[in-house]
């Protein structure tokens, strides 16, 4: 038995709908580079979470000042997103992250988020993350990626 791809189980998001979803994902990208909090409202939900678990981040004030503490990671890239439709009105991708630190180093990681449909568009209600596996040295500490091919199937199945 051969494994599905991540894109294989994808249910197809229409088209319109997956140019806003992406462009939510640019938005964040460019607000959190420029440390834009007032505009956090054109990528999240009222009621967003940042992260899961005891230390998930909500509200705009937190997440701002927990980015505020990840400096020097400037610039923000998100890519290889991949868009699953759970319903009209919810949808969930997975992305990784490139972080260019101001030292030249780099650090990456995934974000897996859950997109719903608000008067204002789409924007995120849940954004969970991984930092991917980074060493000791690292900047912010040594960590291990602990998204895969198999948590996304188990998500969107």
Partial sequence: MTAQSPSAVAAQ???????????VLARYGQLID?????????V??????????PNAVRGD??????????????????TDTILHRVDADTIKSWSKFLLVRTDGTTASGDYIDTFVRTADGWRI?????????RPPSD???????TFSSERW????N
């Avoid at 420029?34 to 054109?42: G, M, S």
């Avoid at 999240?44 to 678990?53: I, P, R, V």
């Avoid at 209600?125 to 596996?133: A, E, K, P, W």
């Fill in 44 to 53: 999240f939900t009222e009621d967003f979470s940042f992260g899961a678990g």
């Fill in 61 to 78: 004030e937190a997440l701002a000042r927990v980015i505020n503490t990840v400096q020097p990671y400037h610039p923000h890239y998100t």
């Fill in 125 to 133: 209600r849940l954004r969970d993350f991984s930092r991917g596996s």
């Fill in 34 to 42: 420029n440390r834009d909090w007032d505009h956090l409202r054109k």
């Fill in 139 to 145: 900047p912010g500490g040594a960590s291990t990626r």
């Fill in 13 to 23: 998001v229409p088209a319109a709908d997956a140019a806003e979803v992406l462009d």
């Fill in 153 to 156: 199937l188990a998500v969107v």
